[in-house]
């Protein structure tokens, strides 16, 4: 089977790009390092040209997902891969690639979320990297989805795609790590139906440095009045210490530090914990009912 690197990015479609730029940079804290005018805004929080993609559109939702594979033959192994079940994988051209400053890139229509999923396997070098400035982020960490028929899902995303469980809340969410990744989860995959959420984007994260990156984070988005939307709190499945809060469109937004790590063989056993608040938080919290509500999937274009 294949191997990944790690969540390479995520592209969100925000209603007001004038609106969402300083806000990812100056209050989110990410490296702007591109903008092409009138075009998307490219942001790092690494030496990777981009970790998130921001594009004008008629509505908040979750446009893409990008993943790094660990070598360039892996991609050739997961091209192989996708073709032989069904999954038609196409090539972007060389222009394509170098459009995305991305290295060779394929994607596929996810048949669960109905977005496309991209898979490549390095982006361009620039020569200089992320300089921290109101949180010292440490990488993009996860992204989660809220779907429909999630059994099957799980289920794809383990079997078909070679993701590792790590642990699930039972009926609710699983946790999932992209082999052979060490964090406890890259991808998290909701239960729509059982959150009572519309298929969409559940959150996407950020892992910081320390400690001190909550609790700064915490006094910045109240002094913003930005609406806090869970936490400060502990998650018992990775052991993390959250905040979540809201992008101007409503879309939900994690800081998390510390994070379980697994090694690649003999990893645990993937737990089932109980679906009740205790095992979301430690500390007692529960989400706002605005938690995870806002951002559809864009439909992947066919062909
Ligand atoms: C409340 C959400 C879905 C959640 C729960 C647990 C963790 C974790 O263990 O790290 C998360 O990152 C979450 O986003
Ligand atoms: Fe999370």
Same mark, same amino acid.
């Given at each position: ?11 969100? =479609? ?73 999954? =038609? ?72 795609? =070679? ?10 969410? *699983? ?5 052979? =990744? ?11 139906? *059982? ?35 869970? &936490? ?25 530090? &510390? ?35 806002? &951002? ?6 066919? &062909?």
């Amino acid at each position: 089977m294949f191997r990944y690197k790690k969540l390479g990015y995520v592209a969100l =479609n925000v209603t007001d790009l004038s609106r969402s730029v300083p806000f990812y940079r100056d209050l989110v804290g990410l490296q702007l390092n591109e903008q092409v005018e009138g075009g998307p805004a490219f942001f790092a929080c690494s030496a990777d040209h981009h970790n998130v993609v921001l594009h004008q559109g008629g509505e908040p939702g979750l446009k893409r997902v990008g993943w790094e594979m660990e070598q360039p033959d892996e991609l050739d192994r997961l091209f192989e891969h996708l073709q032989k079940v069904g999954l =038609n994988p196409v090539a972007l051209s060389p222009e394509e690639c170098r459009a995305l400053r991305q290295q060779r890139t394929i994607r596929i229509k996810e048949p669960f979320s109905g977005l496309t999923f991209e898979f490549y396997e390095g982006q361009l070098e620039r020569g200089s990297t992320y300089t921290p400035t109101v949180t010292k982020i440490a990488r993009l960490g996860h992204v989660v989805l809220n779907v429909d028929r999630w059994p099957e899902a799980v289920k794809f995303f383990k079997e078909t795609l =070679n993701f590792r469980i790590s642990d699930n809340v039972d009926g609710f969410i *699983a946790f999932m790590r992209c082999f052979p =990744n060490p964090y406890h989860h890259s991808l998290g995959i909701g239960n729509a139906a *059982a959150t009572r959420k519309e298929p969409g984007l559940n959150h996407v994260n950020f892992m910081v440095t320390d400690m001190d990156d909550i609790g700064c984070a915490l006094t910045r988005v109240k002094r913003h009045d930005v609406p806090i939307v869970f &936490g400060p709190g502990r998650h018992p499945p990775s052991g993390s210490i959250f905040l979540y809060f809201l992008d101007p469109d409503g879309m939900t937004l994690e800081y998390s530090y &510390g994070m379980e790590e697994f090694p690649e063989e003999r990893p645990r056993k993937a737990r089932v914990l109980e679906a009740r608040p205790e095992s979301l938080d430690y500390w007692g919290n529960v989400p706002d009912p605005r938690f995870a509500s806002t &951002g559809r999937f864009e439909p992947a274009s066919e &062909g």
